[in-house]
């Protein structure tokens, strides 16, 4: 049966002012080879799933996208947070700390420059994995279908072995003791990786006292990791 990215790539279409009609476009060269330029993805699952059919939108719905997160467009409109950009820029250059969290309320441009990082790392020759929380344990827990083609360890692995790891929102979806010990487990290897060559980029809205105790102690590990309290006024909420 043909697969939903092949039935909407040949239905690619685009209105042509000359013949006033619908004309199938010439082939064009493929940009994303996720969703395969669909813009949109779906989990790999049986038809009597419940979930089955449903899609979420492509990472390259952002990348792509002219307006993408990247520094250049990137709000310092107060001078805390050009101290907070520059420090990651640094980490992107590969400067120090190894393992560098953002942490502070929502709405203070911590996705964003973590979105800018990973796209800048995705330019070069290395490998980067960009993941929020939310997705993450989400993959995790799609692995444990009978028809899964990875399994759960085999996932948590990937994140924990990538060269770069850009992990946003930590903390907001492990609710259960599972889930917060695959967290806690990912977040204690990327401490010891930055022991060596890896490199971790997080951004959490809880502070130190939120966290797991042994997760916030990693974070704070003054020889391979720095916490940034990005404690700015919501952009959202100011007047421009």
Request: include cysteine; aromatic fraction near 6%.
């Amino acid at each position: 049966m043909e697969s939903l990215g092949d039935t909407l790539r040949g239905l690619r279409l685009s209105r042509s002012r000359d013949a006033g009609g619908l004309r199938t476009l010439a082939a064009q060269p493929e940009r994303c080879s996720i969703c395969h330029d669909t813009r949109y993805v779906g989990h790999r699952i049986r038809r009597e799933d419940p979930e089955f059919g449903e899609t979420f939108p492509c990472r390259c719905t952002w990348e792509m996208d002219p307006a993408q997160p990247t520094f250049d467009n990137f709000d310092g409109y107060q001078p805390e947070l050009e101290v907070t950009l520059e420090a990651v820029k640094r980490w992107v250059l590969g400067g120090p700390p190894r393992l560098l969290t953002l942490a502070g309320p929502t709405g203070t441009g911590k996705t964003h420059l973590a979105r800018a990082a990973h796209l800048v790392i995705r330019q070069s020759t290395s490998r980067v994995l960009f993941q929020t929380e939310r997705s993450l344990i989400g993959r995790i827990h799609s692995a444990m279908r009978p028809d899964s083609p990875f399994s759960p360890e085999e996932v948590l692995q990937e994140a924990i072995a990538i060269p770069w790891l850009v992990l946003d929102d930590l903390g907001a979806t492990a609710v259960g003791e599972w889930d917060k010990s695959q967290m806690d487990g990912l977040m204690d290897a990327r401490w010891e990786g930055a022991k060596g060559t890896r490199r971790t980029l997080i951004t959490t809205n809880l502070l130190g006292g939120q966290l797991p105790v042994r997760m916030a102690s990693r974070l704070r590990d003054i020889h391979w990791a720095r916490t940034i309290i990005v404690k700015v006024e919501d952009y959202r909420g100011r007047s421009s």
